[in-house]
């Protein structure tokens, strides 16, 4: 019914930058917000940035001043850029999407591993 493909994981070394991108296809209007969460071994998924559709936007503090989201709503799309990377922010990253179909639902990509070494 939705999908949501992620894409701009990889190994990049302490310092570097990445960035995660998220398309969303499927049969619905509009997408009220788009986001982040990563989950590291062990841990909680957690989330990372969310932006809802007006582009008011959410950080996690661990990322703030390091992490952008971004959205192109016309093309049903979320960024994320990652810069200045740490060995803690070493996680699966995953897009989510909340939309509503028959109610409020939250979709969620298959994750893409983001690796940083030190």
């Known amino acids: 019914q939705v999908q949501l493909v992620e894409s701009g994981g990889g190994l990049v070394q302490a310092g570097g930058s990445l960035r995660l991108s998220c398309v969303a296809s499927g049969k619905f209007f509009s997408i009220n917000a788009m986001g982040w969460y990563r989950q590291a071994p062990g841990k909680q998924r957690e989330l990372v940035a969310n932006i809802i559709s007006g582009g008011s936007t959410n950080y996690a503090d661990s990322v703030k001043g390091r992490f952008t989201i971004s959205r192109d709503n016309a093309k049903n799309t979320v960024s994320l850029q990652m810069n200045s990377l740490k060995p803690e922010d070493t996680a699966v990253y995953y897009c989510?999407?909340?939309?509503?179909?028959?109610?409020?639902?939250?979709?969620w990509g298959q994750g893409t591993q983001v690796t940083v070494s030190s």
């Open positions: 989510s999407a909340l939309i509503s179909i028959s109610g409020l639902n939250m979709f």
